[in-house]
């Protein structure tokens, strides 16, 4: 080991009590503005909710540096809960993309000081276009504040810096003001997590509340399945091709009616019975648990977890067998 590397080695910890009680003090500054928001809000939020919810158009997020970044999120959070919109950015908008902004649509203008140059630029233009403007800023009594149709109050009585210059606790009292008029929406709009999950097909939320179990199951020749008449060899060879750790035992009309599973097999092997002569029927395990392909995969993780299981027969309304699955279908959905 080097001789700079011990030295390094063995230098205490450098603030680490101090930062752990600077990282507290953050929190709880941040937290206690928070708070203040909540007990400060009037009725120009309930106005802002019911301008967003009836917008014809689309809802615009528009900020500058930290209050762009918050923008950028706000506007990610409305469109992912049932609120088309989009984030523009106040530099580029007075390059062309106000071009984006309709009558029927509402802007959402964040900004701590509300006097922006960039912002203040486009103002105009944003308000003869006809859209409806909100402003989020830390000073009521700025331009944006007071040329807004609708003005939400996001004043701190400090920031969380110690030097009180980076946006910290106004960062996080505007982001929270935004969190709260998109869960507010989308409240009104009835938002459920269905329609949450037609946005979010790609997350494992999202699957788990779209992916029916149709999606995942084994369908046709890929179904292990023995007619009742059969040996237990045969349905041994079905088991060892299929490669689900079970066969169906179905009539000649598709009817089910059992399984044989790995863990019977096991009891067959331990009582000595001759799988060229013992009929399947008579060691399978009837009215086995069973799903509608109809039903989320999520459901069938459930059934599967509850009776300890590892895999699911599918079966029709007339207990016709329709498909096959067990745990590796729905890792590979990304559904566990």
Known sequence: MSTELLKIEQQPSVSTRESLTLARKVLLTEAKEIEALASNLDASFDAAVALILHCKGRVVVSGMGKSGHVSRKI????????????????????????????????????????????????????????????????????????????????????????????????????LALGDALAVCVLDCRDFSAEDFAKSHPGGRLGRRLITRVNDVMRTGDAIPSVIESSLLSDALLEMTQKSLGFTAIINQD???????????????????????????????????????????????????EHHKINGLLVTDENNKLVGAFNMHDLLLAKII
């Open 254 to 304: 598709q009817t089910l009616k059992g399984i044989f599973t790995d863990g019977d097999l096991r009891r067959v092997f331990d009582s000595g019975k001759n799988t060229q002569s013992t009929k399947v029927i008579n060691v399978m395990h009837a009215n086995p648990t069973t799903i509608n392909a109809q039903k989320l995969a999520a459901e069938a993780v459930e059934l599967m």
């Open 75 to 174: 506007a990610a959070t409305l469109a992912s809960t049932g609120t088309p919109a989009f984030f523009m950015h106040p530099a580029e908008a007075s390059h062309g993309d106000l071009g984006m902004i309709t009558s029927g649509d509402v802007v959402i203008i964040l900004s701590n000081s509300g006097e922006s140059d960039e912002i203040l630029n486009v103002l105009p233009t944003i308000k003869r276009l006809g859209a409806k403007v909100i402003a989020i800023t830390g000073k009521k009594t700025s331009t944006l504040a007071k040329q807004s149709d609708i003005h939400l109050n996001a004043e701190v009585s400090q920031e969380a810096c110690p030097l009180g210059l980076s946006p910290t606790a106004s960062t996080t009292v505007a």
